[in-house]
């Protein structure tokens, strides 16, 4: 595998930042997770947008510019023959010394990307649903830290997918500080009740997922079916018809049952299997093409 680094491509045994950098030493960096499909980068200009956004927000410099970057993301595939990837786009905030302060990171923020590929959850979860749990981890308030930075430090959604693992499943719905539905540990949640498909507003401090919006738009403008950005309690979760989740590295993935609780008849719902079929369709013919 080739990891590019700050320009370079090498090996991924040689792929290596120093200890001193504030990404390693504080969480003090941004990225983004990208994918590929059948030769073709999926929503590369809003994933760069977001990745301008996160950097502005933290008052970070990225070192180079946002054409630059998809050249240098067309050449780590290529580099890696990958035409169905998984992409992490890294932005370090740079070496310093030992205190948290960026203004002593005197050395240029590292850019990295890695190729690989990655499935979050197991073939079968996407073809009949998983179970998650709601866990007591709650999501970071928005007004100390946005969702929306997609910084290094994940640590909160870290401790909720533990929480997830020791009770037998692999993803958690976090709430809020005033205990609504945000969204899972790495992905958006959605729900469907009466033909109608809801998910949590940004203010409730959801990110603003890349596959969220490309869902929605899909239920609005391709399936006519009607979508509301709400509040949602666990309740809502427990009563809905369907529910589903999304994100880069997720796709589009049922949830079956809810904390013990079967959702529906404990089946991916009909809007939820379209919805599947629609992303998986789109995703194939849509993207910056990899040559
Ligand atoms: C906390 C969180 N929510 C939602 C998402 C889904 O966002 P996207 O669809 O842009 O990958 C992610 C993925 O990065 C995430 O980490």
């Known amino acids: ?61 990225v070192p180079i510019q946002k054409k ?10 290529l580099a890696n023959k990958l ?31 890695i190729a690989s590929s990655v499935s979050l959850y197991p073939e079968e979860f996407y073809i009949n649903g998983m179970e998650v749990i709601t866990t007591c981890i709650r999501r970071i308030r928005q007004d100390s830290l946005s969702p929306n930075v997609k910084s290094l430090n994940y640590l909160n959604n870290i401790l909720a997918k533990m929480q997830a693992t020791k009770s037998g499943v692999m993803e958690a719905i976090m709430l809020n500080a005033e205990g609504y539905v945000v969204e899972c540990t790495s992905d958006n949640i959605f729900l469907v009740k009466d033909d109608i498909v809801y998910t949590p507003s940004a203010s409730d401090g959801a990110l603003m997922g890349i596959t969220r919006d490309t869902v929605i738009e899909l239920a609005k403008n391709k399936l006519k079916i009607p979508v509301k950005e709400e509040r949602i309690s666990v309740y809502d979760v427990y009563t809905a018809d369907e529910c589903f989740l999304t994100g880069t590295a997720a796709e589009v993935i049922p949830v079956i049952a809810v904390d013990s609780r079967q959702i529906l008849d404990g ?25």
């Open 1 to 61: 595998m080739k990891v590019y680094i700050d320009g370079r491509l090498v090996d991924k045994e040689n792929a290596k930042i120093s200890v001193l950098d504030h990404g390693l030493l504080y969480g003090d960096g941004i990225f983004e997770g990208i994918r590929a499909y059948n030769g073709r980068v999926f929503r590369l200009k809003e994933h760069l947008e977001r990745l301008w956004s996160s950097a502005k927000a933290i008052n970070l410099a």
């Open 68 to 77: 630059e970057i998809e050249k240098a993301i067309i050449k780590t595939l």
């Open 83 to 113: 035409s169905e990837a998984y992409i992490r786009l890294i932005v370090t905030r740079g070496c310093g010394d030992l205190s948290i302060d960026p203004k002593n990171c005197t050395m240029s923020p590292s850019l990295i990307i």
């Open 267 to 291: 089946k991916p719902g009909k809007i939820t299997l379209k919805l599947i079929e629609e992303f998986k369709s789109l995703t194939r013919l849509t993207g910056i093409p990899i040559k």
